[in-house]
């Protein structure tokens, strides 16, 4: 790849909007489900996966969750993804708001 084509697709890359929104992490041999609200919902499994894998999650009680299963025992799912229009403040409150509904929903624990 030469550098003009780099360049471009990395500037491609930084203009994209970020999505915040509503997760959940599911263990399916236990049934267990964690809530969780992220500013960048669309990366936001990998990050939690390494830390996860690593032994480093900053969840004590998803981690010893993941320590006691397989990893193939946990799956990410995006709930709810809120408009790249809010404003920051905006923003914050309904990610709280919804983060807080959908672990009601679900029975789940709010990371």
Request: hydrophobic content about 40%.
């Amino acid at each position: 790849m030469n550098a003009e084509r780099r360049k471009t697709l990395i500037a491609a890359y930084r203009e994209q909007p970020t999505v915040a929104g509503v997760f959940a992490v599911l263990c399916t041999a236990t049934g267990e489900a964690w809530v969780g609200q992220s500013r960048h919902i669309d990366t936001h499994r990998n990050g939690l996966w390494f830390a996860l894998k690593l032994g480093s999650c900053p969840y004590p009680d998803l981690q010893r969750a993941w320590a006691a299963h397989r990893p193939e025992d946990f799956r990410f799912e995006q709930l709810d993804r809120l408009s790249p229009d809010l404003s920051d403040m905006a923003r914050k409150d309904e990610l709280r708001r919804r983060a807080a509904l959908w672990a009601q929903r679900l029975s789940a624990r709010q990371l």
